[in-house]
């Protein structure tokens, strides 16, 4: 299982580091390790049920794939499960309220997410949350607070 879930990790990684939607060709490499990345956390998943990060980081890979339902499906189980990294869980959320145009429920997510220290830091340069910068008075007065 830890193999499994080392894995997923790492093609996640991958993709959130390194590939761009401007190239075609990254953006091919970019689904296939999205791609595996999800199989992985399913392996885990079938293994652990309740393995709140593998869903939180599935969800990701989901949404990255386009997958925004079953993103979101992974992101509230693991909320209802009592997730340890609810923060994380409710940004991701964020980001899809965001490319959905629900400025609002972003907005809401994102101030629930509280509890991830650099979540500000991340908000204010997330391509994902550009929405917010340019819509949203209360997202920008959130960025500003401690």
Same mark, same amino acid.
């Given at each position: 299982?830890?193999?499994?879930?080392?894995?997923?990790?790492?093609?996640?990684?991958?993709?959130?580091?390194?590939?761009?939607?401007?190239?075609?060709?990254?953006?091919?490499?970019?689904?296939?390790?999205?791609?595996?990345?999800?199989?992985?956390?399913?392996?885990?998943?079938?293994? !652990?049920?309740?393995?709140?990060?593998?869903?939180?980081?599935?969800?990701?890979?989901?949404?990255?794939?386009?997958?925004?339902?079953?993103?979101?499906?992974?992101?509230?189980?693991?909320?209802?499960?009592?997730?340890?990294? !609810?923060?994380?869980?409710?940004?991701?959320?964020?980001?899809?309220?965001?490319?959905?145009?629900?400025?609002?429920?972003?907005?809401?997510?994102?101030?629930?997410?509280?509890?991830?220290?650099?979540?500000?830091?991340?908000?204010?340069?997330?391509?994902?949350?550009?929405?917010?910068?340019?819509?949203?008075?209360?997202?920008?007065?959130?960025?500003?607070?401690?």
């Amino acid at each position: 299982m830890l193999r499994a879930y080392a894995s997923g990790l790492a093609e996640l990684l991958g993709y959130e580091t390194g590939i761009t939607e401007d190239d075609p060709a990254r953006r091919v490499s970019g689904s296939l390790l999205l791609a595996e990345a999800a199989r992985c956390f399913d392996r885990v998943l079938a293994l !652990e049920p309740e393995a709140h990060c593998a869903l939180v980081f599935r969800a990701r890979a989901f949404q990255r794939l386009g997958r925004r339902d079953a993103a979101r499906a992974d992101l509230e189980k693991s909320l209802e499960l009592g997730t340890d990294p !609810e923060a994380l869980a409710r940004y991701i959320l964020a980001t899809l309220a965001a490319q959905e145009g629900k400025v609002d429920e972003a907005v809401r997510q994102l101030i629930q997410s509280r509890g991830w220290q650099n979540v500000r830091l991340r908000a204010q340069q997330d391509p994902d949350l550009r929405v917010l910068r340019e819509k949203s008075t209360e997202f920008v007065e959130w960025l500003k607070q401690p």
